[in-house]
């Protein structure tokens, strides 16, 4: 994985300011048209704009941030994200994905909540259907709901609501949310029930045992 701080020559606790600041510089020094169209300039050009489209937006900093290891949250105005794609975010989305399979599912689960939520935003929703890149879109919605997996509810149920956006009325997206929705719900009272069971089960063996003990008293008493 890239190290998008790296390339732009900044330390993770930098500012959204000092983020811009220090693309701005490194755009005009490495600019092809600047350099005789070098090449060695032209991707190194292309690794500043890729660096500064991820961490020069708030919900996509956090998200990468996220998937290296150390959660941050920048509550800072942003600053321009540059040209974005639905690739873009299907990229970091992934990243997520990755994270949370390589951590066996040991996550915070608020933190996991955040961080894609943040990234799922209205705007993020609206550029996405927009652009109509279904494809790309299908694939999001398949690595969020790999992440819900992980998730308790409510956390389910607000992300379902987003994503049910972005399929945007699809029969194709929204059957299968509908259907891993209700397989949430049945699974989530299935395991009530069971819980509810068990606690019936318990009560009346403490029920039994204390009728036997007191049954033995009884003869004790009589006994004497």
């Known amino acids: 994985m890239k190290d998008y701080y790296k390339i732009l020559e900044v330390k993770p606790s930098a500012s959204q300011a000092e983020i811009k600041k220090a693309y701005r510089l490194l755009a005009v020094r490495y600019h092809p048209d600047k350099n005789n169209g070098s090449k060695e300039s032209e991707e190194r050009f292309k690794e500043i704009s890729e660096s500064y489209i991820i961490l020069g937006d708030v919900a996509k900093r956090n998200a990468y941030d996220y998937t290296k290891g150390h959660y941050k949250n920048y509550n800072g105005q942003d600053v321009g994200s540059g040209r974005q794609t639905p690739v873009t975010f299907l990229i970091l989305f992934k990243r997520i994905k990755e994270r949370v399979l390589n951590a066996n599912g040991r996550i915070k689960q608020d933190a996991l909540y955040k961080i894609i939520d943040d990234l799922l935003s209205h705007e993020t ?9 279904i494809a790309t879109n299908n694939l999001i919605i398949d690595e969020v709901l790999t992440c819900c997996i992980f998730l308790s509810e409510p956390y389910k149920t607000g992300l379902y609501a987003k994503l049910t956006k972005l399929a945007d009325g699809d029969p194709r997206f929204t059957d299968k949310l509908t259907l891993l929705h209700k397989e949430s719900k049945t699974a989530q009272n299935t395991t009530t ?3 509810t ?3 019936l089960s318990r009560n ?3 029920i039994f045992i204390l009728f ?8 004790v008493v009589a006994n004497y």
């Not at 929703?125 to 890149?133: A, C, K, N, S």
Request: aromatic letters at 16%; charged letters at 20%; hydrophobic letters at 65%.
């Open 125 to 133: 929703i609206t550029f996405l259907i927009t652009v109509r890149d």
């Open 193 to 195: 029930a069971d819980v």
């Open 197 to 199: 069971e068990d606690s």
């Open 204 to 206: 009346y063996i403490i």
């Open 212 to 219: 036997l003990l007191f049954f033995i008293v009884l003869l």
